[in-house]
């Protein structure tokens, strides 16, 4: 978005605001910041606290963030406070649903004449209407309102994919129950869709399509992920799984033969994972991030993995790229169906549908080979469509004959805020007594106990 407007108007002060997540090691920002006048980076904060707020709106959790992640989050605040936001300025904001992002946000709203601009996850629905699989944790979301009703603008439900008990997952929807942002709009990776609805827009991603060095030897890259879902099946299945990788990879390093293999591990995965696969002939990267490796290493002609989103954004540097999942579908036939529907819904695109595996034998045989279709243009022009519609003065100047974009309508947030605030309420009345136990009762029975034995004594 920055270098799309710097081509149609290089007078524009581009201000950037970033963090660094204390998980990802080693990833350089540098070769991100170049269209920028000046750049601000900000210490990171988060609610997550190392996963204990999976457990929700309890006590220990209320303490830790009372006495850890608010000051924290203050610090943050400060931080933001001191860059200077000129009047008619556009702040934009992806995701929304972090401790950082929702302190920005909350920023640009105490600041007269700057407007916000939140687009919404590329890998989320947000909408909780459509989340017929998915049961809301109120819990947790009570948890994520404690921080947002001081450090946001809008609080969330936590939606999870409704699995068995004994089965784990993470997936899972963040949606707001009130609008959090001047402009909110639904964003898609490129590839996705070719057509969009009412508030969608394709995120602004600069697409790289210039044709590889042809005297540079090809690199091939495996996205690894940690595979959450497999908590929820026994070790036999899990085996099995482990061994289907291995035949994908053994078939990837016959492809691939002679070209520079590469393995791109998930901070998230365990060493433990990590020894399951044979990852002979393959470079492992550890460090920064799938996105910075194929901004950095211009030899990458192909990207694998099973579901993750850096296959979506490996197609916008003019890399071809494969999903993996269906090739375990035999393995994996007592996976819920939800966790299995929201593969199938963000994990594959209507310009390139051949980049989803269904067979191994298929794949071999060459029948999955395409071409990365060049849409820059396509994108460029609903960027540009996008900035319009923020009324950037000097592009809506030039650019009358472009379409207008809507954002999303004001009336989702009545919706969903609706649907959860008698919920809210009720929760919040049952998890007083557990409040009152915590902090007065057992201190006051520890104290009382003490005496006893001080008397005694």
């Given at each position: 978005m920055a270098e799309t407007i710097l081509e149609l108007d290089q007078n524009i002060r581009l201000e950037l605001i970033f963090t660094k997540e204390s998980r990802i090691n080693g990833f350089n920002p540098e070769v991100f910041l170049n269209p920028f006048n000046a750049v601000h980076e900000l210490d990171y904060v988060s609610h997550e606290m190392g996963g204990s707020w999976r457990q929700g709106f309890t006590p220990r959790n209320i303490y830790h963030s009372l006495t850890n992640v608010f000051p924290r989050a203050r610090n943050v605040y400060s931080q933001l406070k001191q860059i200077n936001?000129?009047?008619?300025?556009?702040?934009?904001?992806?995701?929304?649903?972090?401790?950082?992002?929702?302190?920005?946000?909350?920023?640009?709203?105490n600041r007269p004449g700057v407007e916000s601009v939140l687009l919404l996850s590329a890998d989320s629905t947000q909408e909780s209407s459509s989340l017929t699989e998915y049961i809301v944790?109120?819990?947790?979301?009570?948890?994520?309102?404690?921080?947002?009703?001081?450090?946001?603008?809008?609080?969330?439900?936590?939606?999870?994919?409704?699995?068995?008990?004994?089965?784990?997952?993470?997936?899972?929807?963040?949606?707001?129950?009130?609008?959090?942002?001047?402009?909110?709009?639904?964003?898609?990776y490129p590839f996705r869709f070719r057509n969009l609805q009412s508030g969608q827009v394709k995120l602004p991603l600069h697409l790289n399509m210039a044709s590889k060095n042809p005297n540079v030897s090809e690199s091939i890259v495996f996205i690894g992920q940690p595979h959450y879902f497999l908590g929820g099946f026994t070790t036999d299945v899990e085996s099995q799984f482990y061994e289907r990788i291995n035949i994908i990879l053994d078939s990837i390093r016959e492809v691939h033969d002679g070209q520079h293999l590469i393995y791109?591990?998930?901070?998230?995965?365990?060493?433990?994972?990590?020894?399951?696969?044979?990852?002979?002939?393959?470079?492992?990267?550890?460090?920064?991030?799938?996105?910075?490796?194929?901004?950095?290493?211009?030899?990458?002609?192909?990207?694998?993995?099973?579901?993750?989103?850096?296959?979506?954004?490996?197609?916008c540097y003019g890399i071809r790229a494969y999903y993996t999942y269906k090739l375990f579908d035999d393995i994996l036939i007592n996976l819920p169906s939800s966790v299995k529907h929201n593969w199938e819904i963000r994990w594959n695109s209507e310009y390139h549908p051949e980049m989803v595996l269904n067979s191994l034998e298929e794949w071999q045989s060459g029948k999955n080979i395409y071409s990365v279709k060049d849409i820059s243009e396509?994108?460029?022009?609903?960027?540009?469509?996008?900035?319009?519609?923020?009324?950037?003065?000097?592009?809506?100047?030039?650019?009358?004959?472009?379409?207008?974009?809507?954002?999303?309508?004001?009336?989702?947030?009545?919706?969903?805020?609706?649907?959860?605030?008698?919920?809210?309420?009720?929760?919040?009345?049952?998890?007083?007594?557990?409040?009152?136990?915590?902090?007065?009762?057992?201190?006051?029975?520890?104290?009382?106990?003490?005496?006893?034995?001080?008397?005694?004594?």
């Open positions: 936001f000129t009047e008619n300025s556009v702040a934009f904001t992806y995701l929304g649903i972090t401790l950082n992002q929702g302190l920005f946000l909350k920023t640009v709203k944790n109120y819990s947790q979301s009570l948890l994520l309102n404690f921080y947002f009703h001081f450090f946001g603008t809008a609080y969330m439900d936590v939606f999870w994919a409704r699995v068995g008990e004994s089965f784990q997952t993470n997936t899972r929807e963040y949606v707001f129950r009130e609008k959090p942002a001047d402009y909110v709009f639904q964003s898609h791109k591990s998930h901070p998230a995965q365990t060493e433990r994972q990590l020894s399951r696969i044979n990852l002979d002939g393959f470079e492992i990267v550890t460090s920064g991030t799938s996105e910075g490796l194929f901004k950095e290493n211009q030899s990458i002609s192909t990207v694998y993995g099973f579901s993750s989103s850096s296959l979506q954004t490996a197609l396509e994108v460029r022009l609903e960027t540009i469509t996008l900035l319009k519609r923020l009324g950037i003065n000097k592009l809506t100047e030039s650019n009358e004959s472009i379409s207008e974009v809507k954002a999303l309508s004001d009336q989702r947030w009545e919706t969903n805020s609706s649907r959860s605030s008698f919920s809210y309420a009720i929760s919040v009345i049952l998890f007083i007594p557990r409040v009152v136990t915590y902090l007065f009762l057992i201190p006051a029975r520890s104290f009382l106990s003490r005496l006893r034995l001080r008397h005694k004594h």
